[in-house]
C-alpha cells in the first residue's frame, strides 16, 4: 500500500500561479482572474513539494521551479494570455513528472531550497560585480602604462567614484578582509569535498581509508630510522595512538595553510625557526618529504594518488621553500643558538654524572671502551694496558670534559683538540682507530648511566664524541683529511675526474653582464649542491669553469646526469636570463630551454693521474695525462652534452651499480616524482659513439662516446671525424 507521502496526485491535483509583489505582498492566482497590474513575475509550485522551471526543468533540491517572465506593468486584456501560456506549460510539465503528497518535511525542504537558490543567486551576481571591478582596474592599468605613466601613480585600484572600491574606509575595508579570509577558508572546505586532484582532498580519503593510522605509524618508524634527532616532545608520545594523532595533525594543519596561501606564507618560517628551537634543522624537512612521497603509493588509494600526486609535489615544494626559509632565518639562529646553548648544559652535566660515577678500583668508562674495542679489533689491545690504570683512564676523561666545557667557544676549543690529536701522532695512533672508537665509548657510557639514559642524551652524546674524534683527528694530518678533502680521492686507485664550462660564457657576460652574473651565482649555487649530494670533491674552479672529483666514473656521471637535469628544472636560472641564437646543440626543441645556461661537461676514467695535496691552499689537486685527456674532451663537447673516451665508458658499463642499483629519482626525468623504479642508472642515459677525434696535446686519435639523460635524448650533437681540438 503506498504511503500518503508518496501516492500521486493524478486525480487531486491544483495548480496555483503567485505572483511577486516586491519583497512583502504576493498575490496568489487559482482559476479566477486577479488584479496584476503591479507584477513583475509568475511563479507556479505544484503540490508535494515539487516546483517546475517554465524556461526548462532543472533539479532543484526535492522538485524543480516553473517561472513566467511578464512585463512591469501588463495590461488586464493581456494578462489572462499570460496566465493560460502558464497553464499549458504546466499541463505538459505534469505529464512528465510524478508528484507527491506534501508534508512538513517536504515544505521545509522547500524553504531550504529556496535561501540555498537566493544564497547562490546572490553570491553569483556578487561574483560578476567583483569581476567588473578587476576588469576596470585592469583596463585603466593598461591605459595607464600605454601612456607612459608610472606603476605608483596606477597602483590602487580606480578612484572613480563609480567603482566599488574607491575611497574605501576602515571600516569597509575590515568587510572585505573578512570576506576574502571566509572565501579561502570556504575554498579549503569546498576542496577538500569537490576537488579529488588536490592533496588536501586526498589527506581526507587516505584518513577515513582503515591505511590512514598505519600510514602515520610507519611515517614515524621511517622518521626515528633516518633522522639523527628526533624532539623528546614526540618520543615521549610512547602511546601508538597519541604518536599517530601528532602526525595527522601536523599534515592536517600544514595542509589548511596551504589552502590559505597568504597564511601560510607568514605562519610556516616562523613555525620552521621554532623547531630549531627542538633541534630539528632544514635537513629534517627534506627526510620527511621523501619519506612521506615514498610511502603515499603504497598506503592511498591508487586512482587518488595519481589524481593528487602534482598537487602534493607542489605542496611540498611550497612547504620546504618557507619552512627552509624560517629555518635559515635570523629568528631560526636564534632558536637554535637557544637549543645548543640548552644541549651544552645537558652535555655537561651528563658528562659530569658519568665522571662522578668512576671509582677507583673499578674499570672506568675509559677502560671498558678499550677492553671492547680490543675484543673487536686486536689493534687496541696495546692501550688497554696503559688505561687500565685509574688515573690514566680519568686524565683522558678529563680532557673530553675539558673540550666540552670549551664547545661555545669554537676557535679555543678547535686549537686544543688539534693539539690532542697531534699529541696521539706521537702514540703511533692512526686516525681510523680514532674514528671507530666511537661506537664503544657511546656503549660504556650508555651502561653506566642506565635509565639516565634518554633519547636526547644518546643524541646529543654521539654528537660530541663524533665531533671530538674528527676533530683529533684533524690535529693529526694537519688539515690533510678536513672536512671535505675527506671526499677528494687520493690517486691511490682509478677514480674519475670532471671538468665543466658554460657554453658561449664570453658573449654572455659581454650582453648583459648583470644578468649573467646571477645565473652564473645560481650555477655555482646548483652544481656545489651536486657535488655534494653525490659526496664529490671540488678541486677548484675557474670563472664558470668547475673541476670536480669522484671516487669512481659511475658516481661522476651521476654529477654530470645531475647538472644537465638540474639547470633545465631550475629555468630561468635567473629573471631575464636568455641563451644566445648561435648555439651548438640542436635538435628536439623539447629537450632544450632558452631560459637556462648550456653546461658542457667532460668526464675521464682516470688510471694515470697523481694527487698532490696543497699544504699552502689545504686542498687537493691533480696531475696527469688522463687529467690533460679530461680537458681536452670538454672542450669538444657542446654545451648541454657530456662527452667521455670509449675507454671510459667501458669502465662505467664494468660497474654492476650502473646497471642494477635502483636510479634515484631525481636522476630518471625533468619532473620530480618519487615513485619506486629498480633499473638501473643504465636504463636512464643515452648514449651515442660521435666518433674519433684527434685532442691537442694526445698522441691518437680518442673515440668518444656522447651522453645525455634519456629524458633529454631529443638532443643533437657533431659526430666528429678526426680533426683536431
Known amino acids: 500500500m503506498e504511503s500518503p507521502s ?173 570576506f576574502i579570509d571566509e572565501a579561502q577558508k570556504m575554498s579549503a572546505i569546498i576542496r577538500k569535498q569537490y576537488f579529488r586532484d588536490s592533496a588536501s582532498a586526498a589527506w581526507s580519503h587516505l584518513l577515513t581509508s582503515p591505511n590512514g593510522g598505519e600510514f602515520c605509524s610507519t611515517l614515524y618508524e621511517k622518521l626515528c630510522q633516518n633522522l639523527t634527532y628526533i624532539p623528546d616532545y614526540i618520543r615521549n608520545l610512547k602511546d601508538e595512538e597519541r604518536v599517530i594523532d601528532h602526525y595527522i595533525n601536523v599534515i592536517t594543519k600544514t595542509l589548511e595553510l596551504y589552502e590559505n596561501p597568504h597564511v601560510m606564507i607568514d605562519e610556516l618560517p616562523k613555525i620552521a625557526a621554532r623547531h630549531r628551537g627542538f633541534g630539528v634543522s632544514s635537513d629534517a624537512f627534506f627526510v620527511m618529504r621523501n619519506i612521506f612521497m615514498e610511502l603515499l603509493p603504497e598506503y592511498m588509494d591508487p586512482k587518488v594518488y595519481e589524481q593528487s600526486k602534482k598537487d602534493w609535489l607542489k605542496f611540498w615544494r611550497l612547504v620546504l621553500d618557507l619552512m627552509v626559509s624560517g629555518s635559515n632565518s635570523e629568528e631560526g639562529e636564534r632558536y637554535h643558538a637557544m637549543f645548543e646553548k640548552n644541549n651544552q648544559k645537558v652535555l655537561l652535566a651528563t658528562l659530569k654524572t658519568i665522571g662522578e660515577k668512576q671509582e677507583e678500583g673499578k674499570p672506568h668508562v675509559i677502560t671498558k671502551m678499550l677492553q671492547n674495542a680490543a675484543k673487536d679489533d686486536p689493534k687496541y689491545e696495546k692501550f688497554v694496558t696503559n688505561f687500565t690504570k685509574f688515573r690514566n683512564a680519568k686524565r683522558m676523561y678529563d680532557s673530553f670534559t675539558d673540550i666540552a666545557s670549551k664547545q661555545m667557544m669554537i676557535e679555543e676549543m678547535q686549537l686544543y683538540m688539534n693539539e690532542l690529536g697531534a699529541r696521539h701522532i706521537t702514540y703511533q695512533v692512526p686516525t681510523d682507530m680514532i674514528l671507530n672508537i666511537v661506537p664503544y665509548m657511546l656503549d660504556s657510557c650508555r651502561e653506566c648511566l642506565g635509565e639516565q639514559w634518554t633519547p636526547s642524551v644518546d643524541v646529543i652524546m654521539k654528537r660530541f664524541y663524533s665531533y671530538l674524534a674528527h676533530g683529533l683527528t684533524e690535529g693529526m694530518d694537519s688539515g690533510k683529511n678536513k672536512g671535505e678533502n675527506r671526499r677528494a680521492p687520493d690517486g691511490s686507485s682509478p677514480f674519475c675526474i670532471l671538468f665543466t664550462d658554460v657554453e658561449s660564457s664570453t658573449d654572455l657576460w659581454q650582453k648583459n653582464p648583470t644578468v649573467m652574473a646571477e645565473a652564473v651565482k645560481e650555477h655555482h649555487r646548483i652544481i656545489r649542491t651536486i657535488i655534494a649530494q653525490n659526496e664529490a670533491y671540488e678541486v677548484k674552479t675557474a670563472g664558470d669553469s668547475f673541476i670536480i672529483a669522484a671516487r669512481d666514473i659511475l658516481v661522476g ?64 689537486d691533480y696531475y696527469g695525462p688522463s687529467i690533460n685527456q679530461c680537458a681536452r674532451i670538454e672542450t669538444a663537447a657542446a654545451g648541454g652534452q657530456i662527452l667521455m673516451s670509449r675507454e671510459s665508458f667501458r669502465a662505467l658499463k664494468a660497474i654492476k651499480e650502473f646497471h642494477n642499483e635502483p636510479c634515484p629519482a631525481l636522476l630518471r626525468s625533468l619532473d620530480e616524482s618519487e615513485k619506486e623504479d629498480e633499473r638501473g642508472l643504465d636504463e636512464f642515459v643515452a648514449m651515442r659513439d660521435v666518433g674519433k677525434l684527434k685532442l691537442k696535446g694526445i698522441k691518437k686519435p680518442v673515440r668518444l662516446a656522447s651522453l645525455v639523460p634519456l629524458c633529454l635524448a631529443g638532443r643533437e650533437f657533431k659526430i666528429f671525424d678526426e680533426v683536431d681540438v
Request: net charge negative; proline share 4%; glycine share 6%.
Open 557 to 620: 656521471l651521476k654529477v654530470a646526469i645531475a647538472i644537465q637535469l638540474e639547470l633545465m628544472r631550475q629555468a630561468p636560472i635567473t629573471p631575464g636570463f636568455k641563451m644566445l641564437d648561435n648555439v651548438q646543440g640542436g635538435g628536439d626543441e623539447a629537450a632544450w630551454n632558452p631560459s637556462t645556461l648550456r653546461v658542457r661537461i667532460g668526464i675521464e676514467h682516470c688510471t694515470s693521474a697523481t694527487a698532490t695535496y696543497d699544504t699552502v691552499h689545504k686542498r687537493y
Open 6 to 178: 508518496q501516492r500521486p496526485l493524478e486525480q487531486s491535483f491544483h495548480t496555483s500561479i503567485s505572483c511577486a509583489l516586491g519583497q512583502s505582498n504576493i498575490l496568489s492566482l487559482d482559476d479566477s482572474s486577479s488584479d496584476l497590474s503591479d507584477a513583475s513575475s509568475l511563479e507556479c509550485r505544484l503540490k508535494g513539494g515539487q516546483q517546475l522551471l517554465l524556461d526548462g526543468v532543472s533539479p532543484y533540491n526535492e522538485g524543480v521551479i516553473l517561472t513566467l517572465a511578464i512585463p512591469p506593468t501588463p495590461d488586464k486584456a493581456n494578462l489572462t494570455k499570460y496566465a493560460e501560456t502558464f497553464r499549458q506549460r504546466i499541463q505538459e510539465t505534469r505529464k512528465k513528472s510524478v508528484m507527491f503528497v506534501n508534508t512538513p518535511e517536504n515544505e521545509a525542504i522547500n524553504a531550504a531550497s529556496d535561501e540555498r537558490m537566493k544564497f547562490l543567486v546572490n553570491l553569483k551576481s556578487m561574483t560578476e560585480s567583483l569581476q567588473g571591478e578587476r576588469r576596470v582596474y585592469e583596463e585603466e592599468m593598461a591605459g595607464s602604462m600605454a601612456n607612459g605613466s608610472t606603476m605608483s601613480t596606477h597602483s590602487g585600484f580606480s578612484q572613480n567614484s563609480a567603482c566599488h572600491y574607491a575611497r574605501l574606509n576602515e571600516e569597509e575595508l575590515n568587510t572585505i578582509k573578512e
